[in-house]
T-cell receptor, first 113, second 119 residues
């Protein structure tokens, strides 16, 4: 069964304290792994797509990496405005694939000044 | 551009009532979808559409109907509301959907959500 697990569920950081969020996945033929950011009361906002192991993407203080079993979202010197819930999703391949996304439960990040 | 617009933002229903959640996008996206988000469950796909006149079921379709008569609109109908349908609903769209293309359909634009409570 295709599955996505994110850890930790919640993370509290001091401003400037770098850390990483984990997304572990089990999927039959990965077509893509996606990271989203969700602010309270809002819809998710797309951040990155990763297609193959070894790929990396960066945007400001965020860097996403991908291996064959997991993805990391590294946050360097975070600021309070980086506080949000970060969602990971995978798109499975295979003959039954219809491109549906399977989402993890998210990691809620709080960055204190 | 407005992006993806959902209405209403909040709704309270009684068990057995029916209603329609509206979703419209102005980006000429082929792919549209409805998700529900529940605490501890993550986002789950209800129904999706790869173009006008084409719809299909997602992971949790029971109790919901959809139609896609135009590219822009993708309403979600609750036929007979149940307390288990209390949730936050998100409509999302993407520029294209082709399972032959890696990543297609994965870069979704989401609406701001509709919070539904069924008593």
């Amino acid at each position: 069964e295709d599955q996505v697990t994110q850890s930790p569920e919640a993370l509290r950081l001091q401003e400037g304290e770098s850390s990483s969020l984990n997304c572990s996945y089990t999927v039959s033929g990965l077509r893509g792994l996606f990271w989203y950011r969700q602010d309270p009361g809002k819809g998710p906002e797309f951040l990155f797509t990763l297609y193959s192991a070894g790929e990396e993407k960066e945007k400001e203080r965020l860097k996403a990496t991908l291996t064959k079993k997991e993805s990391f979202l590294h946050i360097t010197a975070p600021k309070p405005e980086d506080s949000a819930t970060y969602l990971c999703a995978v798109q499975a391949g295979g003959s039954s694939n219809t491109g549906k996304l399977i989402f993890g439960q998210g990691t809620t990040l709080q960055v204190k000044p | 551009n407005a992006g993806v617009t959902q209405t209403p933002k909040f709704q309270v229903l009684k068990t057995g009532q029916s209603m329609t959640l509206q979703c419209a996008q102005d980006m000429n996206h082929e792919y549209m979808s409805w998700y529900r988000q529940d605490p501890g469950m993550g986002l789950r796909l209800i129904h999706y559409s790869v173009g006008a006149g084409i719809t299909d079921q997602g992971e949790v379709p029971n109790g919901y109907n959809v139609s896609r008569s135009t590219t822009e609109d993708f309403p979600l109908r609750l036929l007979s509301a149940a307390p288990s349908q209390t949730s936050v609903y998100f409509c999302a769209s993407s520029y294209s959907y082709d399972p032959r293309l890696a990543g297609a359909g994965g870069e979704l634009f989401f609406g701001e959500g509709s919070r539904l409570t069924v008593l």
